[in-house]
């Protein structure tokens, strides 16, 4: 299977909260990312959470972590219109040639409804 | 600060053509990654160089895709010959130092390559 997994699609109201959920495989992963894409643009760091935290918060976006369970969560508060685009989940992995990679889910679209 | 920098923004070949992508990153960033972004799909690593060597290219499909960072500065992602698969955007990202610590990656608006 995939070694990070997403929902592809989420749809929510303007002022209403959004929750992205992913799942990962590798639990030695030391990072965990959400990325951000807009259309036609790349890929915008948005937060990050090390192994040994459960959660963090960056002004209206919190990220929890459940290690056990290998579940990551990306909470944004009172979401805007602005805030319409890919969201990707990502863990970092030692690909075993002396370096670390990125591995992405396929992203969820959220869509925010005026 | 400059971001990092893609061209050409589109590309539209045949099948059995041959493509290059270039990518100047930002500057003083040692780290430079490529990208593969299938539609509707999550990037996937190429390659990715430290400076002028490679890292790790596991994933380059070596027998048609190619890649050099010669000055350890800006670089060329080639394709030679093109397939239909090969249809994707292509990201070039960098970063300070390699991914191993929570370093930030800074990605490219990427090439849209459609091959007919």
């Known amino acids: 299977g995939e070694d990070v997994e997403q929902s592809l699609f989420l749809s929510v109201r303007e002022g209403d909260s959004s929750v992205i959920n992913c799942t990962y495989t590798?639990?030695?992963?030391?990072?965990l990312y959400w990325y951000k894409q807009e259309p036609g643009a790349g890929l915008q760091l948005l937060t990050y959470i090390f192994s040994n935290m459960d959660m963090k918060q960056d002004q209206r976006l919190t990220v929890l972590l459940n290690k056990k369970d290998k579940h990551l969560s990306l909470r944004i508060a009172d979401t805007q219109t602005g805030d319409s685009a890919i969201y990707f989940c990502a863990e970092s992995k030692n690909s075993g040639a002396g370096s670390y990679q990125l591995t992405f889910g396929k992203g969820t679209k959220l869509s925010v409804i005026p | 600060e400059a971001g990092v920098a893609q061209s050409p923004r589109y590309k539209i070949i045949e099948k059995r053509q041959s493509v290059a992508f270039w990518c100047n990153p930002i500057?003083?960033?040692?780290?430079l990654y490529w990208y593969q972004q299938i539609l509707g799909q999550g990037p996937k690593l190429l390659i990715q160089f430290q400076n002028n060597g490679v890292v790790d290219d596991s994933q380059l499909p070596k027998d048609r895709f190619s890649a050099e960072r010669l000055k350890g500065v800006d670089s060329t992602l080639k394709i030679q010959p093109a397939k239909l698969e090969d249809s994707a955007v292509y990201l070039c990202a960098s970063s300070l130092r390699a991914v191993a610590t929570n370093e930030k990656l800074f990605f490219g608006s990427g090439t849209q390559l459609s091959v007919l």
């Open positions: 500057s003083g960033h040692a780290t």
């Open positions: 590798d639990s030695s992963s030391t990072y």
